[in-house]
């Protein structure tokens, strides 16, 4: 299972031509523009860890998507925190589900058609380098700016929040973009 480090080890090995400052310092500014509208839809402790659920805006705020993840923290995230995530930003999908299952650190595989998790990412990740897109880091740095305690104080408690499947939000997405044409 990956840790935070790891995760942020792995995109500092090169995976860009760009200084990783300036990789973070965009993020970043991405960030702040979608923290306001990031919504945490519910937390429970189960297995030894914590599970938060939120919504992440697109950076045009038209549209959202499932952030999941499980930490294995009831208290605080730090560096050293495994963690398993799901999320169905495309992005994410056909560029590192593939590894983040391998890795064993992908929450709900089967919410992921066959292909993605078992097939790995030759156009859009050939080199199989851990990663994250914009969606994942904005729900990383606002379960640690927030404070994952103070999160689970507030948050709704669930036994499950529904999530849309990765499928279905393409679907979703389709139907955005079509209507958008018109």
Request: glycine content about 6%.
């Given at each position: 299972?990956?840790?935070?480090?790891?995760?942020?080890?792995?995109?500092?090995?090169?995976?860009?031509?760009?200084?990783?400052?300036?990789?973070?310092?965009?993020?970043?500014?991405?960030?702040?523009?979608?923290?306001?509208?990031?919504?945490?839809?519910?937390?429970?402790?189960?297995?030894?860890?914590?599970?938060?659920?939120l919504?992440?805006?697109s950076?045009?705020?038209?549209?959202?998507?499932?952030?999941?993840?499980?930490?294995?923290?009831?208290?605080?995230?730090?560096?050293?925190?495994?963690?398993?995530?799901?999320?169905?930003?495309?992005?994410?999908?056909?560029?590192?589900?593939?590894?983040?299952?391998?890795?064993?650190?992908?929450?709900?595989?089967?919410?992921?058609?066959?292909?993605?998790?078992?097939?790995?990412?030759?156009?859009?990740?050939?080199?199989q380098?851990?990663?994250?897109?914009?969606?994942?880091?904005?729900?990383?740095?606002?379960?640690?700016?927030?404070?994952?305690?103070?999160?689970?104080?507030?948050?709704?408690?669930?036994?499950?929040?529904?999530?849309?499947?990765?499928e279905?939000?393409?679907?979703?997405?389709?139907?955005?973009?079509?209507?958008?044409?018109?």
């Open positions: 299972m990956l840790s935070i480090k790891e995760l942020l080890y792995n995109v500092s090995k090169g995976q860009s031509g760009i200084p990783l400052k300036y990789v973070i310092q965009r993020l970043d500014q991405i960030y702040e523009q979608m923290k306001p509208k990031i919504i945490v839809r519910g937390t429970r402790e189960e297995e030894g860890g914590t599970f938060v659920y919504s992440v805006p950076e045009d705020m038209k549209k959202e998507y499932d952030v999941c993840f499980w930490f294995d923290t009831t208290t605080r995230v730090t560096k050293n925190t495994k963690l398993k995530l799901y999320t169905n930003s495309p992005h994410f999908g056909f560029s590192y589900a593939y590894i983040f299952n391998k890795k064993k650190s992908l929450l709900w595989p089967e919410l992921y058609p066959n292909k993605i998790i078992t097939m790995a990412p030759k156009i859009r990740n050939p080199y380098a851990v990663g994250f897109d914009k969606h994942v880091w904005a729900g990383m740095k606002y379960i640690i700016s927030e404070k994952l305690i103070n999160i689970i104080k507030r948050a709704p408690k669930t036994k499950k929040v529904k999530v849309t499947d990765f279905g939000k393409l679907k979703h997405l389709k139907r955005i973009q079509k209507k958008n044409k018109k």
